[in-house]
Structure formats: C-alpha cells, structure tokens
C-alpha cells in the first residue's frame, strides 16, 4: 500500500470520526437543553410539593397549639405561634402547660388528618434552664394502646418558658439531585465516543504496522535478490575457470575453485531457507539461531568467497584483524551476510580499482568490525 493512499484511508477515516464527534456535540447540546427545561420543571415540582408539605406541617401544629390551648382554657394569642428552623425541623412557641402524652397524641392524630406520612422526633425545650425536658422518637407504623400509660403521663411541665419542636429525619436533603439525574445524559454517548476513538487509534496503528511491515519485506526481498545474485556470479566464474583443461594441471587452484563453488552452493541454500522464513514477519515469530561465532572465521571465509570476484577487477583485499577477543553469540548465517554485503557493496560500487581494508578492534569492551573501501560512499540523505 503506497504512502498517497494510506494517507488518503487515514484523512478519511479522521473526517468520519470528526463527523460522529460533531454529532454527538449537537446531540448532546439539544439533550442538555431539553434535560435543563426538565429539571426545571422537576425542581418547581419538588419546591411545591416542599411547600404543600410545609404549609401542611404549619397548620397541623397551629391545630395542635388551638388545641392545647382550649384544653387548658388559655386565651393566648397564637400568631406566628409555629416557625420553620429548617426544611425539616418546626418549633412551636406555646406559653401553656404541656403535657407530653398529651403533646404526642394531638401531633399523631393532626399530622394522619394532614396526611402527613412521616416518622418525626419531638421535644420539649425549656428556655430557663435551656434544656430538653422530654423528648421522644414517634413511628407512624406503631400504634399506640390506648390502655397502656406511658410515663409521660405523670410528667407536667407548667406554663412559661417552653417550646416544642418537630423534627422529620427522613427529610434530610430533600431527596433531589438534580446532577444525579443528568449524569446518565452524557455518560452513555462519553463511552460510546471513546470506544470509537479507541477503534480508530488502533485502526490508525495496524494500517502503519502493515505499512513498515510491507517495506521490511520489500527491503528484504531486494537485499534478498542482491545476495543470492552473488554466489551465482561466483559459482558461475568458478565453474568457468574449472571448464578450462588447464586447471587440471594446478591441483590447489582446482581444489580451491571446488571449496568456492561448495561454500556458494551451500550460502545459496541458506538464502533459500531465509526467504521460507519470510512468512514469519507477519507471524513476528523470527526466529535466530544463535551461537558462538568466531567473527574472524567468519571475515576469512567470506574473503576466500569474494577472492575470484576481487581478482576479476584486480582488486585487493587487506584483513587487518586485531581483535583479541573475536567470538560474539550470534546468528552465523546472518552474521556471514553483513559481512558479504559489506564487501558485495564495496565492490560493486567502485569506480576504479578495489582496494579494500576490512580491521577488527575492541573499543570499550565491544568488538568492532570496520571496512573500509575507495567506492563512491553513501549520500548523506541516503543515511
């Protein structure tokens, strides 16, 4: 796939994703609007059933003093008798005695008249003292037998100085929240657009890893072509000197010539297995034979394989081997085919006479392996 039309897949691919993130943005603006109108009308509703529920409260404590009052045959004047402390919590200014059985049946009896549905806390505060003289915890669910006596009813708490309250717990907060409710609005369509996101930054990586993979094979498959192009000129050359009938009177050129053709063949059969395991890349299980290698070995067998081709141009080669420590773990074969090349190149690209300098030296505990050649280098944008 070329470079124009992976960009083209690319820029493609990032307009639709930009379109589907458009999308959402405008869905998204039209549902916070129609969720705001919502809410708003959610919290009109809440704020009046609040005060429904309040002005309730207020008039069943108001009907609660009335009656506490007329028991005792008090002509006080209850305005702004009952006052709301809190959303949850009313206290009821009454200068009367109070009797708190008394107290707990009048507020029981009002607020199920009010249809007033909640568990509630009451207490009596006495402001000389600044104390609670009486409390008491009343659940609506529990009833009341009307022939037992609590022990409220020898308690008597005589006239001045005292205040009830009302105190509802299970309206604490008000049981609305409002963010709570538009949460799932944006939750959902956040996901979905990540997901996508996700997709596309994965798709975007596969299509560039197929890219590189693709020229890995196509840098493989030159390289490949370039190496098995030179053991057949050198067993070609060879097999031309062994055709001539004069090399049966040199037995050490022939026996020579023979070793070349032998090593070539034998390099050609590893070109071959090298090119079975092109298959792998895509499988990334490359596998490396790795061993002890004698790297000087290694540069002397390669040197006795170029010898011919070197004396065709009437080149020469110089093995400046000073390494004292030769042998790495490696891959031979692959080893053997940088070195190859190196020299391969050296040659090929020279416009004169070869002259070549292949020197071995450690530097910092590491081997090196330079050659040096009179060939026409390497373009610096090439690097």
Known sequence: MSRRVIGTVILLASLSVLGVLLTQLLWLDTAFQVQRQQLEIQRRQHSQLEKQFNDRVVIAL?????????????????????????????????????????????????????NINEDFEYGIYDCFTDSIVYGSYVSLTDSVDPGEVPHSELLKLDKDGHYFGVFFPRREGGGWDPERTSASTWIFPAIVTSIV??????????????????????????????????????????????????????????????????????????????????????????????????????????????????????????????ATRSVVRGDRMHLGNVVR???????????????????????????????????????????
């Open 341 to 383: 090349n190196l020299l391969d190149n050296a040659i090929k690209y020279c416009t004169d006479v070869p002259v070549i300098v292949v020197r071995t030296r450690e530097r910092n505990g590491s081997f090196l392996l330079e050659v040096r050649d009179n060939g026409i280098g390497i373009r610096k944008e090439d690097l």
């Open 197 to 322: 996101f996700l997709f596309f930054a994965y798709s975007v990586w596969v299509i560039l890893r197929q890219k590189r993979l693709s020229e890995i094979k196509n840098d493989f498959i030159g390289n490949m072509t370039h190496e098995l192009k030179t053991p057949i000129s050198t067993i070609a050359l060879s097999s031309e000197v062994l055709s001539d009938p004069d090399i049966v009177q040199e037995p050490e050129r022939l026996r020579s010539y023979a070793r070349i053709i032998r090593e070539e063949n034998e390099r050609l059969r590893a070109q071959v297995e090298r090119v079975l395991q092109l298959a792998t890349l895509d499988r990334e299980n490359l596998h490396l034979k790795r061993e002890e290698v004698d790297l000087h070995t290694v540069v002397h067998e390669v040197a006795g394989a170029m010898k011919l081709t070197l004396e065709e141009r009437k080149g020469s080669l110089t093995l400046e081997l000073q």
């Open 62 to 114: 108001t009907n609660v003093t009335e009656r506490i009052l007329s028991i005792n045959k008090d002509p006080s004047d209850l305005f702004d008798a009952v006052k709301q402390v809190r959303p949850n919590y009313f206290a009821v200014t009454i200068n009367d005695t109070l009797h708190p059985y008394l107290l707990e049946s009048l507020l029981r009896r009002e607020f199920e008249r009010r």
